[in-house]
């Protein structure tokens, strides 16, 4: 079974500033992707950045890029200098390649202070 | 805008009622999902579509009707159901595993009150 874990329900950061959002996962299958999605309050699940297990570099989309660890099975969200409309809820979620399923994790609240 | 439409964004009906959410896509996904999302949870995913067909439903209750008339339509037939199921309720497509671009488009969801 997979599981994916956010162990932080919510984050501060000041506006211009970097942060990490953490996430760890735990699956068997050899073949999975790694997304993390952002939800304002809206509802909309907004796609933010993808990693296959076998991409050799970190996804890197704009501002925000993942920092893959395979071996710690952690893929950690980093959003480069922070704006005040990166306020919002952040999945991470995984798909394992033998199932057609997205999974998320409970998500960390992240607020940006100006 | 979002590739993905879901309507209506909201939906207030009562107990006894019958409804329909709706779901359309035109980017030629071939699986579609329904995800139910209660307030401060992430989203959990309900039914897989893929070429039209059911492949995967998780354990939903029958009040929950899931159809695809066709590859761009999505719909969740609603019937007897109870103020928990009140909760945003989203609507997803990809590609299949082993194509490009494997992403999950996202629509803006549908807010269902149960009173």
């Known amino acids: 079974a997979q599981k994916i874990t956010q162990t932080q329900p919510g984050m501060f950061v000041q506006e211009k500033e970097a942060v990490t959002l953490d996430c760890t996962y735990d699956t068997s299958d050899p073949s999975y992707g790694l997304f993390w999605y952002k939800q304002p309050s809206s509802g909309e699940m907004i796609f933010l950045i993808y990693?296959?297990?076998?991409?050799?570099q970190n996804a890197t989309e704009g501002r925000y890029s993942l920092n893959f660890q395979k071996a710690r099975k952690s893929a950690n969200l980093v959003i480069s200098a922070s704006q005040l409309g990166d306020s919002a809820m952040y999945f991470c979620?995984?798909?394992?390649?033998?199932?057609?399923?997205?999974?998320f994790g409970a998500g960390t609240r992240l607020a940006v202070h100006p | 805008d979002t590739e993905v439409t879901q309507t209506p964004k909201h939906l207030v009906m009562g107990m006894t009622n019958k409804k329909s959410l709706k779901c359309e896509q035109h980017?030629?996904?071939?699986?579609m999902y329904w995800y139910k999302q209660k307030a401060k949870k992430p989203p959990e995913l309900m039914f897989v579509?893929?070429?039209?067909?059911?492949?995967i439903n998780e354990s939903v209750p029958s009040r929950f009707s899931p159809e695809c008339p066709n590859s761009s339509l999505l719909n969740l037939h609603l019937h007897a159901l109870q103020p928990e199921d009140s909760a945003l309720y989203l609507c997803a497509s990809s590609q299949r595993q082993g194509e490009t671009n494997y992403g999950y488009t996202f629509g803006s969801g549908t807010r269902l009150t149960v009173v």
């Open positions: 980017m030629g996904h071939r699986a």
């Open positions: 979620a995984m798909r394992e390649d033998g199932y057609n399923k997205l999974i």
């Open positions: 579509y893929s070429y039209e067909k059911l492949s």
């Open positions: 990693q296959g297990s076998y991409d050799q």
